[in-house]
């Protein structure tokens, strides 16, 4: 069955870096797009950046813009964020996701990973 | 930046239609979808493309669209269906996805 699976969060100081990985598995990941989407404690979805599926387009949110960097490994199914100047505001848990698509209407999501920036 | 807006909360008895509208400006332009979360887990998609229904989510969810509104409409509610409902869509230009505000749909 479909896995997406996020690892790397973890407390971390603001100023600081930190890098999220996604494994997938269960799908083809080499052909589709993929996202990052996270949610603060008690608030709502906010779409973080995306990727195409092989790599040569990625679109940021304005609030992670030039401070995060996303990127993928298809030969190992992966998936990752690298977060670069972190600040307490980027408190939240991280989710990977294949997001539904008019082309593609499946819909795929990790359980998340949670990044706390704090001092 | 673009938004999406939707109602803080909508009150319902069970047995009772829900509906939850989502208004942005491109809405005209690109599907809308929808999605469930419970506490402490992920989003579960219940609408994409404005209407369609995935396969597992009841009849009593549907999706409607009129301009720059779209709306999930939760027919004969039931207490299971107590949660967020966020809806998403992309900006004008296919480049970026956002979410709604979200609605707490509470089960009277």
């Known amino acids: 069955q479909v896995q997406l699976v996020e690892s790397g969060g973890g407390v971390v100081q603001p100023g600081r870096s930190l890098r999220l990985s996604c494994a997938a598995s269960?799908?083809?990941?080499?052909?589709?797009?993929m996202h990052w989407v996270r949610q603060a404690p008690g608030k709502g979805l906010e779409w973080v950046a995306v990727?195409?599926?092989?790599?040569?387009?990625?679109y940021y949110a304005d609030y992670v813009k030039g401070r995060f960097t996303i990127s993928r490994d298809n030969s190992k199914n992966t998936l990752s964020l690298q977060m670069n100047s972190l600040r307490a505001e980027d408190t939240a848990l991280y989710y990977c996701?294949?997001?539904?698509?008019?082309?593609?209407?499946?819909?795929?999501w990790g359980q998340g990973t949670l990044v706390t920036v704090s001092s | 930046s673009y938004e999406l807006t939707q109602p803080p909360s909508v009150s319902v008895s069970p047995g009772q239609t829900a509906r939850i509208t989502c208004s942005g400006d491109a809405l005209p332009k690109q599907y809308a979808y929808w999605y469930q979360q419970k506490p402490g887990q992920a989003p579960v998609l219940v609408i994409y493309?404005?209407?369609e229904r995935p396969s597992g989510i009841p009849e009593r969810f549907s999706g409607s669209s009129s301009g720059t509104t779209v709306t999930l409409t939760i027919s004969g509610v039931q207490a299971e269906d107590e949660a967020d409902y966020y809806c998403q869509s992309a900006d004008s230009s296919d480049t970026y996805r956002v979410f709604g505000t979200g609605t707490r749909v509470t089960v009277l």
């Open positions: 269960g799908f083809t990941f080499s052909s589709y797009g």
């Open positions: 996701a294949k997001l539904s698509s008019g082309s593609y209407p499946e819909d795929y």
């Open positions: 990727m195409s599926y092989d790599g040569s387009n990625k």
């Open positions: 493309k404005d209407s």
